[in-house]
């Protein structure tokens, strides 16, 4: 069997959507019968300098990233000739909200890193299209998009689903994931602001530790706007209190900058709870706007707010869409469905590879 190396910063098991997204495909590797051992760009840089025999791995995934360390012309100089080199892409720096200059160097580095690149697996069409446009990739890939696991959820969320109904009380917004500007959670705050006010709380669960200015900046807008009473900072939750939250919530708000697809919104179907996201990436491939969710242009509060007051004033159609958000992850596939093809694929080139 193949033996697989995955590239990755950082401790793995770290909570993002894209270290999530990695553990499973590493472990739909493991379930086809593989070996994959985790790394870290600088454990395979002192791999390559301890002896002069090239790295034997039959295939290297390298989380994109991880772009800076391989994007020298000679950073996979080290593997043996018939390493097969494989970008796993969740999105490109390049498409973030940046300055001009540093855009410009994390466009330069991604290309770079994808030059000598066998296979690229991405996570959505959106991202695809990046990496073979301003990425400039021309070779063969795959699209996988994140799955959903279903085995001991789906009760606990169908209830939850169905008992979403405004009973007059106020509306419960929710902005789950890592606290940093990308995601956009200053334009939730200041949607509740704008007058006449909704009735809406505000709960943000997420590490406040990745970018602490960014979360001070949160706390001085909330106390100037005086909302303190409304929005609440939670922190990191772990998964049964995450779970909790997305069943309270009526909306799950993280209109982004920018998502290569965004696991959490369909972790917010799951619970009915309706998804408000950018239109900026691959959040579109799995939010109908109008249907099971809504889609906003990026960095518009004034869209967040005519969203929860269209539906404070048509209750139907909060029950509507709340009820089709369910349905999307109903039949949404699997982790294992989703990871197939690109598995396929894999061991297609490898066995090419060793010929």
């Known amino acids: 069997m193949a033996n ?15 270290n999530y997204y990695d553990r499973m495909l590493i472990r739909a590797l493991e379930a086809r019968g593989y070996t994959v051992t985790v790394v870290s760009p600088q454990d395979l840089k002192t791999q390559q300098t301890s002896g002069n025999k090239p790295l034997e791995l039959d295939v290297c995934i390298v989380d994109e990233l991880c772009h800076p360390d391989f994007c020298s012309g000679k950073d996979f100089a080290g593997f043996a000739e018939d390493t097969l080199l ?34 690229c697996i991405c996570n ?24 959903v696991s279903r085995a001991g959820a789906g009760t606990a969320g169908r209830g939850a689903a169905e008992s979403k109904l405004h009973t007059g009380g106020p509306v419960q917004l929710l902005a789950l994931g890592n606290v940093i500007p990308r995601k956009g959670i200053h334009h939730v705050i200041a949607s509740m602001a704008i007058e006449p006010p909704l009735p809406c709380t505000l709960v943000v669960a997420g590490n406040t530790e990745v970018y602490p200015r960014y979360t001070e900046k949160l706390c001085k807008q909330v106390a100037k706007l005086g909302l303190q009473e409304k929005v609440t900072f939670r922190g990191f939750v772990g998964e049964e209190e995450k779970q909790r939250l ?39 491939e799995v939010i109908r706007d109008g249907r099971n969710g809504f889609l906003v242009p990026p960095r518009s509060p004034q869209s967040i707010y005519r969203i929860v007051a269209d539906c404070l004033r048509k209750p139907d159609l909060y029950n509507e869409l709340s009820g089709n958000a369910r349905k999307t992850w109903e039949q949404h596939p699997s982790w294992e469905a989703t990871f197939e093809e690109v598995i396929d694929d894999l061991e297609k080139m490898t066995r090419k590879k060793t010929l």
């Open 4 to 18: 697989f190396a995955f590239v990755v910063y950082g401790d793995i098991q770290r909570v993002t959507g894209g």
């Open 124 to 147: 959505s069409v959106a991202t695809d299209t990046a990496v073979r446009g301003i990425g400039g990739y021309k070779g063969p890939g795959g699209i996988a998009v994140p799955g």
């Open 246 to 284: 997305l069943a309270a919530a009526d909306f799950l708000t993280v209109p982004s900058d920018h998502e290569g697809y965004g696991i959490v919104y369909l972790e917010a179907m799951e619970y009915g709870t309706v998804p408000v996201a950018s239109r900026s990436g691959g959040a579109g």
């Open 86 to 119: 494989v970008a796993m892409v969740h999105h490109l720096a390049a498409q973030e909200r940046l300055s001009p200059a540093a855009r410009t160097r994390h466009l330069l580095q991604e290309r770079r890193f994808l030059r000598p690149v066998d296979y």
